[in-house]
């Protein structure tokens, strides 16, 4: 079992900064986060689920207002 990622922001940083450049092997999600817990439910169904059931035009229509809101955040 790996150690679990340092709560020092500095360490967790510098962990991080390894991995990047490969000089440190990654470590996995623990288990209760909320992106691990997504991950093994499969969250995304519910996106795929509603564009199946829109047609292309509303698709396109949130799609745009999607952009819009993104721009407007910058």
């Given at each position: 079992m790996r150690p679990k990622r340092s709560n020092d922001p500095v360490q967790a940083a510098h962990q991080l900064y390894m991995e990047i450049i490969g000089e440190a092997e990654p470590q996995p999600l623990?288990?209760?986060t909320p992106?691990?817990?997504a991950k093994r439910k499969g969250?995304?169904?519910g996106g795929e689920r509603l564009a199946a059931k829109l047609s292309p035009e509303e698709r396109a229509?949130?799609?745009r207002k999607a952009a819009v809101a993104?721009?407007?955040k910058t």
């Open positions: 623990p288990e209760n992106a691990a817990v969250a995304s169904k229509e949130k799609a993104r721009w407007k």
